[in-house]
């Protein structure tokens, strides 16, 4: 089964809009939740990340916003751009180990 | 990113023949992963090292065998590759220092006919 659940699987936004993807987990070990960008035909690169001591942090246009008791974390990109088409992963990990469970993963189209 | 490479990047094989995807990386890095990208189940583990002497096995090891040849090198092999085998097979690595933060590889494309 899936630890990690990811939503929504595809996503169309308009330029400037907001892009909302959801992640929800079960393993309460998790302490490290970070999301990977991957653009095609490129392996997925780091985007930010949250420990779940704070309940956001943001970088830019990207904001993560986690819920502790909900079990579940969010990245919001404000301002979509065209150049923020990619597959976005939600990710967990725990013990402050580096095996990452990945979440299935949301295809973001940002149309001009 | 070139500092982490793969081989093959595409490959076309048939079912039952034995097949090595090899990862290379320049980082510097101790910890090496190999991953599987299907549609709509995200990355899957396979397997990861955590320096040359240590090898383990990840959500999905069953089919698969690896080698760690060296700090910087870490192979896949499909010993007897099956259909259900096709997809994108990603490396990774880690510095322990650099807190779960992983690099991968441009990913090979496996085709099993």
């Known amino acids: 089964q899936q630890q990690v659940k990811q939503s929504p699987q595809s996503l169309i936004v308009q330029k400037g809009g907001i892009s909302i993807i959801n992640c929800a987990y079960e393993n309460t070990a998790f302490d490290y939740f970070p999301w990977y960008q991957q653009f095609p035909g490129k392996g997925p690169a780091l985007l930010i990340a949250?420990?779940?001591?704070?309940s956001e942090k943001k970088e830019g246009r990207f904001t993560i916003s986690f819920n502790k008791s909900a079990k579940q974390f969010s990245l919001h990109i404000m301002d979509s751009q065209p150049g923020d088409s990619a597959t976005y992963f939600c990710a967990a990990s725990k013990d402050a180990g580096n095996m990452l469970t990945f979440g299935g993963g949301t295809r973001l189209m940002v149309k001009p | 990113d070139a500092d982490v490479t793969q081989t093959p990047r595409n490959r076309i094989t048939k079912t039952g023949k034995r097949i090595m995807l090899e990862c290379s990386q320049t980082k510097g890095h101790d910890r090496m992963y190999w991953y599987r990208q299907d549609p709509g189940l995200g990355l899957r583990l396979i397997y990861y090292s955590f320096d040359v002497k240590d090898i383990n096995k990840g959500e999905i090891s069953d089919g698969y065998s690896v080698s760690r040849q060296a700090q910087a090198k870490f192979s896949l092999s499909l010993e007897s590759a099956i259909p259900n085998q096709t997809a994108l097979y990603f490396c990774?690595?880690?510095?322990?220092?650099?807190?779960?933060?992983?690099?991968f590889g441009p990913g090979t494309r496996l085709t099993v006919l």
């Open positions: 990774a690595t880690s510095d322990f220092t650099t807190y779960n933060e992983q690099f």
């Open positions: 949250i420990r779940p001591d704070v």
